[in-house]
């Protein structure tokens, strides 16, 4: 379980203090998957590079599974795998090579962590090439060589920022089937997307965010009920025409 | 800690192993490319003087018709002489009423942009002095003396530097460590920059962060492969350098003294030299990975560590003249110990306090760099870059 309590933090460009998170707070429970939602430049990546332990909140608290990201940061390392679209394994490495450094740094034991990739090659599909160099792999396969080194050490919380961004459709449905099979096997997914209709299949719950404010979160089914909205976009477009006459008054 | 920096520092010589076309432009292109050069040079001067010498050339003689002159001239010289009205390649002018023995000045007219003809008014110059002193040697003997009557004095030498340190070592300790030095810079370079800014262009630090392994782990196994690379290419390159200039026509940088002799290259002062390199070679890694660290991407770093390679070219050439010192504290400045420590080692005087007192110096500054290193991958602003 992730909770996210009053999170604000601002970057500092050029001696010009800018707000990117206000007061976010949310939670994230296990076996479920959580949706963070907004357009571009709303605080996505800043909000799970906090709870990913990148960046350190400026005021407000972060803990995964209770323990907090600023004080016990190697704990939450520990329990969470992270993965960004933009993320990208390259090099002359094998993808087997590249899990067999993730784990050794992981300190996984050589028996174990074999047992593990064959695991994850065999969830994933990556049979095929396991032993290709990742630098010759196409997109959906790098991206299922990123999944696996990120969730390597087995961790209870998945952490996700724009996984599909950069990818085809055949691609996307590998990272949407393994987010799927996370939160069967009790996991806590967080993941953030710009694309509504995608968070709309996958998300139980989800939390809005728009110029660093969170306009709303919870069941996703409820806050479409309770806005009167037909789907993501209608609630989206509801909730930021709400702020503004709010800002306007 | 260390176990974890030797994983990182595994993994990454591993990817180097099997990237061929980095390890061809790390070692094996070093390795070639100074003896290419020198091949090069060589061949092209060669056919140039060949050519030169091989020419006939068309010369005006005017003012004199002595046999001795021409004989001379002949000697060194393929010619046909041409008349005044004709084009000539060079002409050379005798006064007026000239007669050998008498004090005259003789005029050499050529065109000094073509290479040939300069050659040849070269030849002309010294037939000229032959001459000169053919005449005057039979001027002397009319009052029965010869040249070596004219010699009164002669002066022996004897040189009290150490055997290493005369001429050839002391050419040796001015160009070594400044040729070691640059291009264990020049080697950590691109090795340095591309594990940091790189690797952030890539995306793939944040990968690395996101790990449970300690930032000071990954500082340290990053600085641990730069240095590697770093001292390997050092070491190709040097070696091309060595090769090329014991090539037969490649030109001798060293004026005959390349030959390293094997007594310089004793147990004691390879160790001396091992340290000044080795550490000298920790800290550079230390301080790329530092400067690339700082930056978002490749292009950035440039800006920050080309402006280090010119003062550490500057460092190299300005103490390239310096005779060895007393002065200690000189050893307690990163790149001027090492070449101060080399420079005593190839003059035969190398002192174990100064090695010791550079190597020290230069793990303690590398250390501080590795502590900066993981600092700034604790601190916000790198990981604000990833
Ligand atoms: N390192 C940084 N320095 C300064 N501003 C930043 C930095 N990272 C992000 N921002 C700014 O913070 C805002 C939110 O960015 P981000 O969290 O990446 O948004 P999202 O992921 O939702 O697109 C943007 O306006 C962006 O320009
Ligand atoms: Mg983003």
Do not use: W
Request: proline share 3%; net charge neutral.
């Amino acid at each position: 379980m992730v909770q996210v309590k009053g999170l604000t933090k601002s970057f500092t460009t050029k001696k010009i203090s800018k707000k990117v998170l206000d007061a976010i707070t949310f939670e994230a429970f296990d076996s479920q998957v959580f949706g963070l939602l907004g357009p571009n430049g709303a605080g996505k990546t800043t909000t799970l590079r906090t709870i990913a332990t990148l960046l350190k909140p400026d005021v407000g608290t972060v803990s995964v599974d209770g323990y907090d990201v600023v004080s016990h940061g190697t704990e939450v390392r520990n329990r969470i795998g992270f993965l960004t679209g933009d993320m990208k394994l390259s090099g002359h490495l094998s993808c087997r090579e590249m899990m067999q450094f993730f784990g050794a740094l992981n300190h996984m034991e050589p028996k174990v962590l074999n047992k593990r990739i064959a695991e994850l090659a065999n969830q994933l599909g990556m049979e095929d090439f396991l032993d290709k160099q990742i630098a010759k792999l196409s997109a959906g396969m790098s991206q299922k060589t990123a999944i696996a080194v990120s969730i390597l050490h087995d961790p209870h919380v998945i952490i996700f920022d724009e996984p599909t961004s950069n990818l085809d459709i055949l691609a996307v449905k590998v990272v949407a089937d393994f987010i799927k099979d996370s939160k069967e096997a009790g996991k806590c997914v967080i993941l953030s997307t710009h694309v509504l209709s995608e968070a709309e299949r996958l998300c139980d719950r989800i939390g809005i965010i728009h110029k660093g404010k969170l306009l709303c979160s919870g069941e996703k089914d409820l806050l479409l009920t309770d806005y009167k909205a037909a789907n993501l976009e209608d609630l989206f477009f509801n909730l930021v025409s709400l702020q503004e006459v709010r800002n306007d008054a | 800690m260390m176990h974890d920096a030797l994983i990182i520092f595994r993994k990454e010589i591993r990817a180097l192993v099997k990237d061929k076309r980095t390890l061809f432009s790390t070692f094996i292109l070093p390795l070639l490319m100074m003896p290419i050069i020198f091949i090069g040079m060589g061949s092209v001067l060669g056919s140039i003087q060949k050519e030169a010498v091989e020419t006939i050339y068309r010369i005006n003689i005017e003012g004199t018709t002595d046999r001795r002159f021409f004989e001379s001239v002949d000697a060194l010289l393929d010619y046909q002489t041409v008349s005044a009205s004709e084009s000539s390649d060079v002409q050379v002018l005798f006064p007026d009423g000239f007669v050998p023995g008498n004090p005259a000045s003789i005029r050499l007219v050529y065109d000094s942009s073509s290479q040939k003809i300069q050659y040849a008014a070269q030849q002309i110059s010294t037939a000229l002095q032959l001459y000169d002193r053919q005449i005057a040697a039979l001027k002397l003997s009319d009052h029965g003396l010869s040249f070596d009557d004219l010699t009164t004095l002669t002066v022996t030498r004897v040189d009290l530097a150490p055997e290493e340190a005369q001429s050839g070592g002391s050419m040796l300790a001015m160009m070594v460590p400044y040729f070691l030095i640059i291009f264990l810079f020049a080697g950590s370079m691109s090795s340095g920059m591309d594990v940091t800014a790189g690797e952030k262009e890539r995306g793939s630090l944040a990968a690395l962060l996101v790990n449970q392994v300690s930032r000071t782990s990954i500082a340290m196994g990053k600085i641990l492969h730069v240095m590697t690379v770093s001292t390997l290419s050092a070491i190709t390159t040097f070696l091309g350098l060595l090769i090329s200039m014991s090539l037969p026509n490649g030109t001798n940088l060293f004026g005959g003294g390349g030959k390293i002799s094997i007594q310089l290259l004793s147990f004691n002062t390879l160790g001396m030299i091992l340290l000044g390199l080795l550490s000298t070679a920790l800290f550079t890694a230390a301080l790329v990975t530092l400067l690339g660290s700082l930056a978002k991407s490749v292009k950035e770093a440039n800006t920050y560590v080309m402006p280090m390679y010119l003062v550490v070219v500057l460092v190299g050439v300005m103490t390239m003249y310096m005779d060895p010192s007393k002065n200690v504290a000189l050893f307690f400045v990163p790149y001027v110990n090492t070449i101060f420590v080399f420079k005593e080692v190839f003059m035969g005087m190398g002192s174990i306090l100064h090695v010791l007192i550079a190597f020290v110096a230069n793990l303690a500054y590398a250390a501080i760099g590795v502590r900066l290193v993981s600092l700034l991958f604790n601190s916000e602003k790198i990981l604000q870059t990833v």
